[in-house]
């Protein structure tokens, strides 16, 4: 008699389940949504700009630095990302800004902006600026454009072409880093993902991560193959950055002046810095050039003040599994 109560308690609740997420999943469609700015949506805003981001989103840094510089004032409303918390991005009030589920998203007079190369240049056109973070001259423009496009985190699975921009090595070179920030995530958190990330691939990821841990994650084979691959094409795209500087003949990638490429650079070291990798990676030219970043106060104010507590606990703890010698720290010494 117990039993038939319990496979009946155990029926029920499955069915349950079921019919909350089929509930759930029609209520937070997601799918992709092309860049650039989407005149026919009209979300309730209070602020000409607002921005949705994430304190530790690459893409955020990018478009948080890009309005520092511009002096554009704008609302803030900031998202969680698994790595900061839990998925905010797929909540439904979050899908409603942006149904695929990304930050960052610009919103100007409540009409949304998505994909943060295209934001960049969004931002710049439209926001009220003394200052100008696109050249007038229209070979240095174009200059500008290539090295944004080497820059950028391109298309849903990055890691597939990390040969075509830097951006989309980053991923990969963030792993160890993501993975020493599962441990402040609990595993129910991911599991909101499986359900309902349109991206399974990335939560999987994730939950990987949790399982393997910093001693584990640099002995498994895929994962060590896309941080190696990773690695190589980084280092293959900042010897072309730094050619590019040095032949620029200025302090900045198009020469004397800074501009949106800069900032798209930036986030880039920015991030080779929260993953342990920036004195691996790179050169004392290099190193100067970011110094000359750091030294604006848009870095500091799109960077360094939104540093995440959890980040800087993932650093500490990729320090410490480095210094124990394992089979991470041999990636880190490739
Ligand atoms: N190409 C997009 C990439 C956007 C993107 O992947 N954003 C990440 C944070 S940097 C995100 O929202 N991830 C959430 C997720 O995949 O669950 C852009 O440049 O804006």
Same mark, same amino acid.
């Given at each position: ?22 509930r =759930?999943?029609?209520l937070?469609?997601?799918?992709p *949504?092309?860049g650039g700015?989407?005149?026919?949506i ?6 000409e700009?607002?921005?949705y981001?994430n ?9 948080? *630095? ?9 609302l ?47 931002a710049? =056109?439209?926001?009220? @600026? ?13 200059v500008m ?6 820059? @950028?985190l391109?298309?849903? =699975? ?14 990969? &070179? ?8 599962? !441990?402040?995530?609990?595993?129910? +958190?991911?599991?909101?993902? &499986? &359900?309902?990330?349109r991206?399974?691939?990335?939560? *999987?990821g994730?939950l ?8 584990r994650i640099g002995?498994?084979?895929?994962? +060590?193959r896309l ?8 280092? +293959?795209?900042?010897?072309?950055l ?34 342990c990798?920036? =004195?691996?990676?790179?050169?004392p ?18 960077m360094?003040?939104? +540093? ?10 990729? !320090?410490?599994e480095?210094?124990?010698?394992g ?8």
């Amino acid at each position: 008699m117990v039993g038939v109560v319990a496979s009946g308690l155990v029926i029920a609740m499955a069915v349950g389940f079921s019919a909350w997420c089929a509930r =759930e999943r029609s209520l937070r469609r997601t799918h992709p *949504m092309a860049g650039g700015a989407h005149t026919e949506i009209q979300l309730p805003h209070t602020a000409e700009f607002e921005l949705y981001h994430n304190d530790f989103s690459l893409c955020s840094k990018k478009i948080r *630095m890009c309005l520092a510089e511009l002096g554009a004032p704008y609302l803030a409303h900031h998202v969680d990302l698994i790595e900061t918390g839990g998925y905010e991005t797929l909540s439904r009030r979050f899908l409603a800004v942006n149904p695929a589920g990304l930050v960052p998203v610009l919103v100007h007079n409540g009409h949304p902006v998505y994909e943060s190369h295209e934001i960049l240049a969004y931002a710049a =056109e439209h926001a009220a @600026s003394a200052a100008s973070l696109t050249p007038v001259d229209a070979a240095a423009r174009a200059v500008m454009q290539q090295w944004i496009d080497r820059s @950028s985190l391109i298309g849903d =699975e990055p890691m597939k072409a990390l040969e075509a921009t830097a951006g989309n090595c980053v991923p990969g &070179l963030t792993v160890p880093l993501f993975t020493a920030m599962m !441990r402040d995530i609990p595993v129910h +958190r991911i599991v909101e993902g &499986l &359900l309902f990330h349109r991206l399974k691939m990335r939560p *999987m990821g994730f939950l990987a991560f949790k399982l393997l841990g910093l001693s584990r994650i640099g002995a498994f084979g895929p994962v +060590r193959r896309l941080i190696v691959s990773s690695r190589a094409e980084m280092v +293959r795209h900042l010897a072309a950055l730094e050619g590019q500087i040095e032949q620029s003949g200025g302090a900045w990638i198009t020469g004397s002046e800074f501009t949106l490429a800069d900032v798209s650079w930036a986030v880039i070291f920015e991030r080779l810095q929260e993953a342990c990798w920036a =004195e691996a990676l790179l050169t004392p030219g290099l190193q100067a050039y970011w110094s000359r970043l750091r030294a604006r106060p848009s870095y500091n104010e799109a960077m360094t003040a939104h +540093r995440h507590p959890f980040v800087s606990a993932g650093a500490d703890r990729i !320090r410490e599994e480095i210094a124990r010698r394992g089979d991470l720290a041999a990636v880190y010494a490739l």
